[in-house]
């Protein structure tokens, strides 16, 4: 797919959750994990078995970030999302940060900085014939506890056909 995604910890711990991690691995030829993730993970629980099912099918890589971006620091979001945004910017166009945190998504776009959440990897995994319907796997991301807006999701329902 030629795809390069940086991720942020909750979209690494809900899919986890609901098992879907596998599902999405094809999405990518590589997932990036800084380092801020993982600690904020691992705080929690092992990431071992994330990172082994988000690296099924695709390449797996932790990076160290040096340096919070000044623009991204003065957000005053966490350490994970401060560090998938320095990264995503430093890496240029060729990156996605992947991120469900309403500010650092907004940050994102201000920034210009390429962006999906959860919910996003999946509708992409219908349109690539991963999934043949959205709607079941949103329904374990919400089971797990992912925050959406039902307008939102009635929304991307009525793009995607279910």
């Known amino acids: ?37 993982i600690s904020e993970i691992e705080s929690k629980k092992p990431i071992a078995q994330y990172l082994e099912e988000l690296g099924s099918a695709a390449e797996v890589t932790k990076e160290s970030v040096q340096n919070i971006h000044p623009l991204i620091a003065s ?9 998938v945004l320095s990264l995503a910017m430093q890496k240029g166009t060729n990156v996605t940060a992947v991120l469900d945190d309403l500010q650092a998504r907004k940050c994102a776009k201000l920034l210009d900085i390429g962006l999906i959440g959860s919910v996003g990897l999946l509708t992409m995994a219908k349109r690539v014939g991963l999934v043949k319907a959205v709607k079941p796997e949103i329904n374990k991301l919400i089971d797990v506890g992912i925050r959406i807006d039902y307008r939102l999701l009635a929304e991307i329902y009525s793009k995607i056909g279910e």
């Open 1 to 37: 797919m030629n795809s390069v995604f940086i991720l942020n910890a909750s979209p690494i711990i809900l899919l986890g959750k609901a098992g879907l991690l596998c599902t999405i691995s094809p999405l990518a030829d590589l997932w990036i994990v800084p380092d801020g993730v």
């Open 75 to 83: 957000w005053d979001l966490g350490k994970g999302e401060s560090e």
